[in-house]
């Protein structure tokens, strides 16, 4: 299952995705969010969805089957608790959020990956750091840098996120970069940079699945 962030409509629908949802751990949030932007206006809606695509393609040349938490990156959310819930009613073996982050910092850069923390059930615990592992060891041997501002190693665990929270199933959200550094927006504006982003990602679900 592949989530990608946010939603092209988002922006332009704010009583719909401020309404706030269930979001694990007896706390709620908002319904979705616009996600962020490179400083030129390349939306994290645009690139995550981008990836997701392509990471789709490139899993089903191994014949994987693939879905996503969105068709489409024109419409409005879904809300972060229902793609946790499409994600844990299709059983997938793995749950994979796509995003790219916008620290105001533009010398803030690299990869990080988080898991739910502490685990509210056995998915979230041991499978979660496994995938979370297979995850950043993908995106190191790809030669991006771990996250020099959150985290530790690429790894940043969180108990505040809905969709790791909620899920039932072994689920990771990744964050590919900061869309504010100079250089990394300009990789994730590339078709060419963002196809090593998912091919980063698809060697990670790939080394979870064992493929
Ligand atoms: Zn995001």
Not at 42 to 47: I, N, P, R, V
Not at 113 to 139: C, E, K, W
Not at 148 to 159: A, E, K, N
Request: charged letters at 15%; proline letters at 6%.
């Amino acid at each position: 299952m592949l989530d990608p962030g946010h939603n092209g409509g988002n922006a332009s629908h704010p009583a719909e995705i401020n309404k706030q949802v269930p979001a694990g751990r007896g706390e709620t949030k908002p319904c979705n969010t616009t996600g962020t932007a490179t400083n030129a206006g390349y939306t994290e809606h645009a690139f995550n969805w981008d990836v997701a695509q392509r990471v789709g393609a490139a899993l089903a040349t191994h014949g994987v089957q693939v879905r996503y938490t969105r068709d489409n990156d024109t419409g409005v959310g879904p809300c972060v608790d229902k793609r946790a819930a499409i994600a844990n009613q299709s059983g997938a073996a793995a749950v994979v959020s796509i995003h790219a982050d916008g620290s105001d910092s533009s010398s803030a850069h690299g990869f990080h990956v988080s898991y739910s923390n502490p685990p509210l059930n056995a998915a979230q615990g041991r499978p979660s750091i496994g995938l979370a592992d297979d995850m950043r060891d993908a995106f190191r041997s790809a030669g991006f840098p771990t996250s020099t501002y959150l985290g530790s190693g690429g790894i940043y665990p969180r108990d505040d996120l809905a969709g790791l929270n909620l899920a039932t199933l072994p689920a990771v959200l990744v964050e590919c970069g900061n869309m504010r550094n100079p250089g990394e927006a300009a990789a994730m504006s590339s078709t060419a940079g963002r196809q090593r982003y998912a091919d980063a990602i698809t060697a990670g679900i790939l080394g979870y699945l064992g493929l």
